[in-house]
């Protein structure tokens, strides 16, 4: 069973008592605002996928002081299978991770139909979404306490740049970005596990490591676990990449990378990839990578084969590329990356 | 002629260079024009795909295929006629 990563909530009868075009006076349901606040700590973001007139509805929910806890609210009156398809694209995550809770069995039957990954629940039953086990995070780290607001500033980059005039490069060379690469913490690792839990379009195996597994390599000297945070104008992205090198006599061998799909639109997962073959390169040692094809994955291996790796072995998806170091990868202008630690470690 | 007006429409709004002003024939090695980042490469595949109705397969996703304006028409036209001969 997948993680729930988002609930996407109908607000009348679900959020509120009563339907807010008969009464403007709904009140908000008893147990409502705890589960809103108790899974938000938790990481788990909100959407609304609700049929009424958008002012009046947005107007209601801060009235009722929960409004900045949902993220793309969607109040209108098309099929709500058509706002969950709109909070889907907007967050950039799989349709498996959202869950809808709705009173009406219609509108489940409807969001079910267009949507069959999506979990529905009757909205009577929101009171067990504090105890249902997809809902509970193993660990609640620094970065999964800040997503909504990191949604939020996303959101407010996009905004610019959809806003802003001339090139893109322009854009994102004023966005003062910093990659900054070190080797693992003990701090790291339950946000590492995180990510391999969490991460699917930009994940080369979709392996999950465990805390221990983690700790194993970032201790061991024959392995090297790479964290990745990246800053902007705007604030942290916090971590959200993560690499696992073994290192051979003649070759380094990539166990694992992944980026999170929040920060794909910058290269990011490219910037990383290059930094990692040109540390290699300039070392004299090939690169090998492990790579796992699944269904969502694609573009990983399109990242791989434009980076210049050939498949050495693929056994019914399960690739091993070799890259032979032909030349160093270029890296975009507009991006800082910092790794004194890691070239202490390496020099 | 019009195939290789579209995808050299669709590169020069889509790539991120590395300089700014930059011009490139239908010979040029995008790859060295700009930073070719996952996310280009997937719209790249997805706007071929999508454009120009074709499946592209593994053994397709080679740099060489999409290294220039001429190599990725030339992979349409391959992708195109081989799906015509099968009819």
């Known amino acids: 069973m997948k993680d729930i990563k988002c609930v996407i909530w109908d607000l009348d009868n679900t959020i509120w008592e009563g339907t807010l075009l008969e009464d403007k006076t709904v009140t908000l349901r008893d147990g409502i605002r705890e589960v809103l606040e108790e899974l938000d700590n938790r990481g788990i973001l909100h959407s609304v996928a609700s049929k009424n007139n958008y002012e009046e509805a947005v107007g209601k929910l801060e009235e009722l002081g929960i409004a900045h806890y949902f993220l793309f609210p969607q109040v209108s009156w098309n099929a709500k299978s058509h706002a969950v398809s709109t909070i889907q694209e907007q967050l950039n995550l799989g349709a498996d991770t959202f869950l809808f809770i709705d009173d009406q069995p219609f509108e489940r039957e409807e969001v079910k139909n267009v949507h069959p990954k999506i979990s529905c629940i009757d909205a009577a039953e929101f009171r067990l979404l504090l105890t249902d086990k997809r809902l509970q995070p193993k660990f609640i780290t620094t970065d999964s306490r800040r997503r909504r607001f990191m949604y939020l500033e996303a959101a407010e980059r996009n905004r610019q740049e959809e806003a802003f005039r001339g090139p893109k490069e322009q854009f994102l060379a004023q966005l003062n970005m910093e990659l900054l690469i070190s080797p693992a913490t003990e701090e790291d690792l339950e946000r590492a596990e995180e990510l391999t839990l969490r991460t699917n379009q930009y994940n080369a195996t979709g392996t999950i490591y465990s805390y221990e597994e983690l700790n194993y390599f970032r201790i061991s000297p024959d392995h090297d676990l790479l964290v990745c945070e990246l800053t902007d104008k705007f604030g942290s992205y916090g971590k959200i990449g993560l690499a696992l090198v073994e290192k051979q006599s003649s070759y380094w061998h990539l166990r694992m990378i992944l980026i999170s799909c929040r920060v794909i639109s910058h290269g990011i997962g490219t910037v990383l990839l290059n930094y990692i073959l040109n540390q290699a390169f300039q070392t004299g040692k090939k690169v090998r990578a492990d790579f796992q094809q699944t269904d969502r994955n694609r573009m990983m291996y399109l990242t791989f084969k434009f980076a210049g790796f050939t498949v050495l072995t693929n056994e019914a998806g399960l690739i091993l590329f070799e890259n032979e170091a032909a030349q160093l990868l270029k890296l975009p202008g507009y991006i800082k990356i910092t790794d004194h630690q890691l070239i202490s470690k390496w020099k | ?87």
């Not at chain 2, 595949?45 to 999508?50: C, G, I, K, P």
Request: charged residues 25%; negative net charge; proline residues 0%.
């Open chain 2, 1 to 87: 002629m019009e195939v290789r007006e579209n995808i050299r429409a669709f590169i020069g709004q889509h790539l991120i260079v590395f300089n700014d002003d930059v011009s490139f024939t239908d010979e040029d090695n995008i790859f060295e024009l700009g930073f070719v980042n996952s996310l280009f490469a997937m719209k790249l595949l997805n706007y071929v795909e999508h454009t120009f109705d074709i499946v592209l397969e593994n053994e397709d996703i080679d740099i060489n295929n999409f290294s220039s304006v001429n190599n990725i028409e030339r992979l349409i036209a391959g992708k195109l006629s081989s799906t015509a001969g099968n009819e």
